[in-house]
């Protein structure tokens, strides 16, 4: 088996049933999630009517009365009464004044005391209404906070005790009415933002005004902000808002200018040069005057309860006054010495600077620049060109705002630059949009300038801080500047799962199930010179019988998925291709255990559409996935499978795509499940062939020795033809894949078919430009004449039976065998679920003598050794010779269509062997398209018709030259994804004649 077989398939995605279970659970989580969140509100909201009565009560103002309500209500309110108590009640009579205050309480107190039970089980309304007044515990709270403050105010040294407090609890007090100042600010920056997004452009006065007192309240909340450990060592106070090393929060307003603020705080706060408080905002006195009132009126209060002397009121407000004049102070100082640090720092580096430009020491600054900028989170070093990562996003009220980050290397950056690079965008990146746009962060050098501030676009040095072009978003409460990729559906069920890069490391990923969709990453962020990446911006998927670090390779089994563990590193050939910048996005499906199955015959998932034609037609086997997912999806470039009978290039053919099969053993199966490495190896699909060189080309490195050849200025090239047998005229009424063959000479071409004579054309165009002429030969007849010694004169009885024999027992005896009586044992007795023709196939392969397997190992030798000294060796041997026959002629194979199952192999000869049996280069590569009259539409639609081009072991790169050579002299072109394979112009479909259909 290939590659390591200790590896499992974990939970499907696919399954209706776990769909259903994670949906099942999703809603009751959201559900959860609602019930946590309406809880959370209410009790938010209880907070803050407490905290505002709080404030009312003590600012003088009625003080609610904490009681149990339903007591002192009266009939008609519910409760039960007598005829008169509810005729009394009606004029205005309430029982429970008289209760209170008359005679009938003093009749009940003699009729019912406190420690009377029975009294107050059977007493009538009246009684039972008082004892339940007296037995109110909180009548009883309250008369003991009565007695404990009549108690305190008539002793002076507990009065002197609360003036200790005072202080405290002038300082809670701000903080708590500048936190309510705070949110009416905030709301009004808000406000003035939305203006300004409908068009106005500018923001009223008011709101200047507002952002200015806001601006000069915040000193006192950088008293109660916490350090978020996610922003960067930051401070945020309790709603998020980011506050940088200067302890300042800035609010961002229409036509707001950071400068200005600066200046204000270190000159003062108003238009003038005042530093009272007769020159702070009217939002800062109106804070002020709250504050003074919330101090004073309690205490006038209490004075008055208590019936105290005047003087000592007069003392307790002059001491009052005295602690809010001594805040104001300490206020004033705090904001002073910021003002105060701020100029030093400024001073210092643009010191710093002048001396490194004026006599060109510039070491000393940049060392300590770039030292603290590694420290700086984004926020900070955005602030360093004057603003500030708070004014940034305070307009913002989502919590993750779209960005586009884009580089500039002139010194003046306008308008008119920005759209032409959205243009350059638009045009390259198919995720990024100008939704982007809300937010632009522009890489420049930090000698650039620009004023497009106000049209929020904000610069960065580039020296000092990298970030990767194109879509991001920010994060609001911490500045983060996060990469984002695009899910896109996987709409004809080629994937298993899209892939997530985890841990900050390329070689990791984390599963994300496919009804969620398949996360594709900007190509603008995956740009890198071609010299250290040259496959960088390339997205492609691998087949799911690679391993993948921290993930269960499926093997196209349930069972298997679940019994292996996780892989403990990736495959070597996936990580190079990672090394080399392609961006890995997702799993794709296999047939179980690689087999060769029809889309009927798949148990465990949907068989992946093929998108050409109608979408009903045979995908092939057993790279499906991968096959399908780079003939449907544009933004996929290439992917990744593995060949060992054909499984990458048939389904190449039918999909319309290019496909490598290269040189046996020039790619590592280190990690890479398959039936045996005998004739397992690894290739890719693609629509575009200079993407299909590059990867191929770098996927075989070290690149194998090129075939020898002569020093001459021009190669030659031997072009072998096969061809079918002159008495067959219908490839279709003949086994052994005779449609692989082209028509004998001999045959007239009225009788070819649409795709022959398209093939036709193209093999003209190749004599042609590659300067040579076909050599035809009929294979079957060329053994006859010249079989090896022991071996059988027919092809089909020496070599038909090789590839069968040798894969089931391979597999059997290389890893499933193990893998079942692991699974019974576990499972008491029971086998892991396989289907019906797979567990056939496994059992042939596990019946087979052992005397078999080695004759088929010495037909093998002997056919690899014909071809080589028979075959190629009959030619020019300073030549390029190169094998081309039919891949795929466009028959319409419906995948609803039962396939005979009566045997379980076709053992004749295939064309194919040239691959697995000598380990020939063996390239697919679109040509053409036909049409066919589709029973599922009812229109005329197209299928693929390919080629297949079969060089000499290790001639690899020379079939990648002929593939270059022939797109530039547009022999052949790109694919496009879809239906068809080529854009041509529209046209009214025709209908076909008789010997078309």
Not at 15 to 39: G, H, P, Y
Not at 93 to 118: C, H, P, V, W, Y
Not at 199 to 225: H, K, L, M
Not at 332 to 358: F, G, N
Request: hydrophobic share 35%.
């Amino acid at each position: 088996m290939g590659g390591d077989l200790n590896l499992k398939k974990s939970w499907h995605p696919v399954l209706m049933s776990n769909q259903k279970k994670v949906w099942e659970e999703e809603q009751k989580a959201l559900e959860e999630r609602k019930k946590i969140d309406q809880i959370m509100k209410e009790r938010a909201e209880e907070r803050q009517i407490q905290e505002l009565e709080d404030l009312q009560a003590a600012a003088g103002g009625s003080k609610r009365q904490a009681r149990v309500e339903w007591m002192y209500n009266g009939p008609s309110s519910g409760q039960a009464g007598t005829t008169e108590e509810m005729e009394g009640y009606l004029l205005g009579k309430r029982r429970i004044d008289g209760l209170l205050k008359g005679t009938e309480n003093q009749k009940l107190e003699k009729s019912a005391t406190q420690d009377s039970f029975m009294a107050i089980q059977n007493a009538n309304t009246a009684r039972d209404t008082a004892a339940k007044i007296r037995e109110d515990p909180m009548l009883a709270i309250k008369k003991q906070e009565q007695a404990a403050y009549e108690a305190m105010m008539n002793d002076p040294g507990m009065i002197r005790s609360e003036k200790r407090n005072a202080r405290s609890i002038i300082t809670v007090t701000i903080t708590t009415i500048i936190d309510i100042e705070r949110i009416v600010l905030e709301t009004a920056v808000e406000v003035g933002t939305e203006a300004t997004r409908e068009g106005t452009g500018t923001s009223t006065r008011t709101d200047t005004q507002t952002a200015q007192g806001n601006a000069n309240v915040t000193e006192s909340q950088t008293d109660i902000a916490k350090t978020d450990p996610d922003a960067g060592g930051k401070m945020t106070s309790p709603q998020g808002v980011i506050v940088g090393e200067d302890d300042r929060i800035h609010h961002l307003y229409p036509g707001h200018d950071l400068r200005h603020d600066e200046k204000k705080n270190r000159h003062g706060r108003g238009r003038g040069h005042h530093t009272g408080r007769e020159s702070e905002p009217q939002s800062q006195k109106l804070v002020d005057e709250e504050v003074d009132l919330a101090l004073t009126r309690p205490l006038d209060a209490m004075v008055t309860a208590t019936g105290g002397e005047g003087d000592d009121r007069a003392a307790r407000l002059a001491a009052m006054q005295q602690d809010a004049t001594d805040l104001d102070q300490q206020r004033e100082q705090r904001l002073k010495e910021i003002a105060e640090r701020e100029e030093r720092d400024r001073e210092r580096d643009d010191s710093a600077r002048m001396r490194s430009s004026k006599y060109g020491v510039r070491a000393e600054f940049v060392d300590k620049f770039h030292k603290k900028a590694g420290e700086m989170s984004l926020g900070q070093r955005m602030g360093r060109n004057g603003v500030s990562i708070s004014v940034l996003l305070a307009r913002f009220t989502e919590a993750f705002i779209p960005a586009t980050v884009i580089e500039w290397e002139g010194d003046a950056f306008e308008v008119e630059n920005l759209e032409e690079i959205c243009l350059s965008y638009e045009k390259n990146d198919d995720v990024w949009t100008r939704a982007f746009l809300s937010l632009v962060i522009l890489l420049q050098p930090p000698t650039a300038q620009h004023g497009l501030v106000k049209k929020g676009i904000f610069s960065v040095d580039k020296t000092s801080f990298a970030l990767a072009l194109g879509p991001s978003v920010v994060e609001k409460a911490t500045g983060r500047v996060l990469p984002v990729s695009k899910l896109l559906l996987d709409t004809h069920d080629a994937f298993v799962s899209g892939l997530v890069p985890i841990a900050k490391s390329r070689l990791m990923f984390a599963e994300l199930p496919t009804h969620l969709g398949v996360p594709v990453p900007s190509r603008l962020r995956l740009t890198a010179p071609a010299h250290k990446q040259p496959l960088a911006g390339l997205r492609f998927a691998v087949k799911d019988t690679f391993a993948l670090k921290g993930l269960r390779t499926g093997y196209g089994n349930q069972a298997w998925r679940d019994h292996h563990p996780p892989a403990k590193v990736t495959a070597p050939v996936i990580e190079l291709l990672i090394e080399a910048g392609a961006v890995l996005v997702g799993k794709v499906k296999t047939t179980e255990f690689a087999e060769g199955l029809d889309p009927n015959e798949w148990t465990e998932a949907p068989c992946p559409v093929n998108p050409r034609g109608d979408e009903h037609q045979k995908p092939s086997s057993s790279s499906t996935g991968s096959a399908v997912a780079a003939a449907a999806y544009e933004w996929l470039d290439f992917s990744i499978g593995t060949d060992t009978g054909g499984s990458i290039r048939h389904p190449a053919g039918v999909n319309g795509l290019y496909g490598q099969r290269p040189s046996h053993g020039i790619v590592s199966l280190e990690g890479v499940l398959g039936a045996t490495d005998l004739f397992n190896t690894v290739g890719i699909f693609a629509r575009d062939v200079d993407v299909f060189s590059r990867v191929g080309s770098h996927l075989i490195r070290p690149q194998p020795k090129p075939f020898p050849l002569p020093r001459t200025k021009k190669y030659k090239y031997n072009l072998l033809y096969p061809t079918r047998a002159p008495q067959i005229t219908n490839p279709d009424q003949h086994h052994g894949g005779q449609h692989r063959w082209f028509p004998h000479p001999s045959v007239d071409v009225s009788v070819w078919t649409e795709a022959e004579k398209q093939i036709e054309n193209v093999v003209l165009e190749i004599e042609a430009k590659l300067d040579c002429q076909r050599i035809a030969f009929n294979i079957n007849e060329l053994w006859r004449a010249t079989p090896p010694v022991g071996q059988p004169r027919s092809l089909d009885d020496a070599v038909g039976h090789v590839y069968s024999a040798i894969t089931t027992a391979s597999a059997v005896h290389g890893g499933i065998d193990q893998f079942m009586a692991e699974y019974t044992k576990i499972n008491d007795g029971r086998l892991p679920p396989i289907s019906d023709l797979v567990r056939r196939r496994l059992d042939h392969g596990r019946n087979l003598p052992d005397k078999t397997i080695t004759l088929a190992l010495e037909a093998m030798q002997a056919f690899r050794t014909w071809t080589e000294t028979t075959l190629f060796g009959s030619y020019d041997q300073e030549a390029i010779t190169v094998i081309i026959f039919p891949q795929a002629c466009g028959r319409p194979d419906y995948r609803d269509d039962i396939a005979d199952r009566t045997l379980l192999f076709n053992d004749t000869f295939s064309i194919y062997a040239f691959g697995y049996l000598v380990g020939c280069p063996d390239y697919t590569i679109p040509v053409a398209e036909v049409p066919y009259h589709s029973k599922i539409s009812q229109q005329i639609e197209y299928l693929p018709v390919s080629i297949s081009l079969v060089g000499r072991p290790g001639t690899d790169i020379e079939l990648f030259n002929i593939l270059q050579h022939l797109h530039k002299t547009n022999v052949i072109s790109n694919v496009e994804a879809g239906p068809r394979l080529f854009l041509k112009p529209a046209s009214p479909p025709r209908q076909l004649n008789e010997s078309e259909e």
